[in-house]
Every structure is written in C-alpha cells, then in structure tokens.
C-alpha cells in the first residue's frame, strides 16, 4: 500500500529567489529544477524585485519571447501550483534576464500509489504440506519475478 504524498511548496532559486543569474552562472534555474522532483499538487514559490514572472509555451521558452505569456505575474511574490503533469515554462518578463539564463522549465510528474501490475503466471495452489515459511518465500518470489517482470517488460505486454 502506497503512503499519501504531501504537497510541498518550493521557494524558485532557493535564498537567491528569482533573479537573473550571475553571468558565469548561466544555468543557475537549471541545475536548481535538476536537484527536485515535482509533483502535481506542489506549488513553485517566485520571490523577486523589480521584474515578473511570465508563464510561457515551449517556443516562447526557448526565444525569450515575452509577447503573448500564458499568465504573467509582477508583484514580487507568486505561488504557482503545479495543477497537471507534464512541462511547465517560466521566463522573466525582462528579455534580456531570459536570454542571460533566467528561465525555469520543469517536468510535472504524477503520484502513482499504486505499484504497477505485474505480468505473473498463475500457478497451482500450493501444496498443503508447504510450510508456512515455504509459502512465504514462495509468493515473495512470485512477487519478486512479477516486480522484474514490469521492469524489463514493456507496457504494451501487458493484460
């Protein structure tokens, strides 16, 4: 049985907030997102002075184009909850503080409490002159193989 997963909210750049990076630390946001695992229900905390926060597509991401943001944000504090999985995209509303590194792209992932159904072979009941013990080890190795089994496997094989 899986346990429930809290939210966590996660202050964006850690003590340094959201500014643009020093010039010889130009993929500050990215080895920043690299050390978390977001999830959804989470929520990004923007701390900054005198900028914003522009929530974008993947294209606009990538060229700094501020134009047509998806949400924009500019009073120096926001929480934005992570609401799906997928890829988020945040630029600063300065152009020139995206093209020096001040952009965040993230990957939403969802909480999967249940494991994954493994591929077994049902055999026979068990004999009744297994011991306890026995049976034991006997439905840990099933498990055990189902477990490898929904690693090595592709979904597409599964039932």
């Not at 964006?12 to 977001?38: C, H, M």
């Not at 944000?73 to 945040?90: C, E």
Request: aromatic share 16%; hydrophobic share 40%.
């Amino acid at each position: 049985m899986g346990s429930v997963q809290s939210s966590q909210e996660f202050k964006v750049g850690d003590i340094n907030g959201w500014r643009e990076p020093d010039p010889k630390n130009f993929q500050f946001y990215i080895l920043w997102a690299s050390r978390y695992t977001f999830y959804v229900g989470d929520s990004l905390n923007f701390e900054y002075n005198n900028d914003s926060v522009l929530v974008v597509g993947k294209w606009d991401y990538y060229h700094c184009n501020t134009d047509k943001p998806i949400f924009a944000f500019s009073n120096g504090k926001n929480i934005i909850n992570l609401d799906r999985a997928g890829p988020f995209y945040f630029i600063s509303g300065v152009p020139e503080h995206c093209k020096n590194g001040q952009r965040l792209l993230i990957n939403v992932e969802t909480h999967d409490f249940s494991p994954p159904q493994p591929y077994m072979v049902v055999s026979p009941s068990p004999s009744p002159l297994l011991s306890s013990e026995a049976l034991a080890r006997l439905t840990l190795a099933h498990v055990l193989v189902g477990l490898v089994a929904s690693l090595l496997l592709p979904e597409y094989l599964y039932f």
